[in-house]
């Protein structure tokens, strides 16, 4: 995004022309910022050509996933559902990961039957039913188990996925108990150790420590594995104040690590992949003022954007037109769900603002539609990719009548 003669453009296309156009809310995604990323991911870690997989968790617009799939990626998944997505964005099954820790019977013998890369173990009694299945419908599957390396990613408590109080993975005796035991099974082969220790991470040491736990574990093992799966979780810069994560520094520790273990790494990014692409542009409905600040109440809400709500995440907020006027007062930017907690930051000197005008909210193409709701019985909004000065619209804004 760039202002071009005052007024807010992604890509060729003006924010104003957009609104007029299709309405608000209304969700933005830049393809030249898509391509940019992936480009960048990939020239990063390009030394030992990992497998990249799409966390569709990220961002579930089958669509924008289609587009994702013709730069040759793959992808993870944590749900049934989002299997059958990355399989209809005609996504290689021979590509896909299946990670999380309660995938049910039903998930399981539909991975089995779409002959998926791996199914991504988290516990004996998982391991268990995988066998059981794949026995009935006689195949032998590839799985992999995920560690918990008890390493602190130091993000937000609520997305830190690999300490030992959180619920993600095997500690360092189960994991050897389960090796020994999936050895023994007919109908399960053991290919893949997986990590994953959290999201929105910008400092690499915590991975610099993961990889160390990987590597003593391997060799204590003594077990040659296909595949090492280091999950996703680089974050991305969401304000001014935000480090950018050194992917130099994480590609050194890894190709260090790689001197020591043939394996094939697997990535699973996602909101490195689509978080800033995404844009939300909303209107101002009302002005509400009281004496410390003012509430600019818009059209967007809580339902349509939860981050903020749901981990205090700040997001940047854009006037759609620049004016050289500045508000005395503080606005607080709030949706008119029935909720406190609806609301989105709060904002100092920020452009003086009126009823009718339109704001955006930056970095959303991560964990916003695919966090989305109908709470309030309020439709989802229309989902739009920008390429240059043309606009596909990838989901259509829901219909009142079709959601009651």
């Known amino acids: 995004m760039k202002y071009i003669n005052k007024s807010l453009s992604i890509e060729k296309i003006k924010v104003q022309n957009i609104a007029k156009k299709f309405g608000t809310p209304i969700y933005c995604y830049s393809h030249k910022k898509l391509k940019e990323n992936i480009s960048n991911f990939k020239k990063n870690f390009k030394s030992f050509s990992p497998l990249i997989c799409f966390a569709i968790k990220s961002n579930t617009n089958v669509n924008l996933i289609k587009e994702i799939r013709k730069f040759g990626l793959g992808a993870d998944v944590v749900s049934i559902g989002e299997l059958m997505v990355a399989l209809k964005a005609g996504i290689d099954p021979k590509k896909i990961v299946f990670s999380g820790v309660g995938k049910t019977s039903n998930e399981i ?8 890369l791996l199914i991504n173990a988290e516990s004996k009694s998982e391991i268990n039913e995988i066998e059981r299945i794949a026995k009935s419908k006689k195949k032998i599957i590839n799985i992999g188990i995920r560690l918990n390396p008890n390493t602190d990613a130091k993000t937000l408590k609520q997305i830190s996925t690999g300490r030992k109080e959180n619920k993600f993975g095997v500690d360092e005796k189960n994991f050897f108990f389960l090796l020994k035991y999936s050895k ?24 610099e420590k993961m990889l160390k736990v990987v590597d003593r574990i391997i060799k204590k093992s003594n077990y040659k594995f296909e595949f090492i799966d280091l999950g996703g979780g680089m974050g991305i810069s969401y304000g001014k104040n935000d480090k950018k994560l050194n992917y130099q520094k994480y590609n050194i520790a890894i190709k260090k690590f790689l001197k020591n273990h043939k ?55 854009l006037p759609a037109i620049k004016t050289n006027q500045t508000s005395k007062k503080v606005y607080e930017f709030v949706g008119p769900i029935c909720e406190s907690t609806d609301k989105f930051t709060t904002l100092k000197k920020f452009q003086k603002l009126k009823e009718k005008d339109l704001v955006v909210m930056c970095d959303v193409g991560a964990y916003g539609m695919s966090l989305s709701s109908n709470y309030n019985v309020r439709p989802k909004p229309i989902e739009i990719l920008i390429k240059g000065s043309k606009i596909n619209v990838i989901k259509k804004r829901q219909k009142l009548e079709d959601l009651i």
Do not use: T
């Open 109 to 116: 013998g539909y991975a089995i039957d779409k002959n998926i």
């Open 184 to 207: 023994l099974s007919k109908h399960i082969n053991l290919k893949c150790l997986s990590v994953h220790i959290g999201s929105q991470i910008l400092d690499y040491k915590p991975y």
């Open 263 to 317: 394996s094939k790494i697997i990535f699973e990014p996602g909101r490195s992949i689509v978080g800033n692409i995404g844009s939300l542009v909303s209107k101002v409905i009302y002005i509400k003022e009281n004496n410390k600040k003012n509430f600019i109440i818009l059209d967007a809400a809580m339902n349509d954007f939860m981050r903020p709500a749901l981990y205090g995440a700040n997001h940047k907020m």
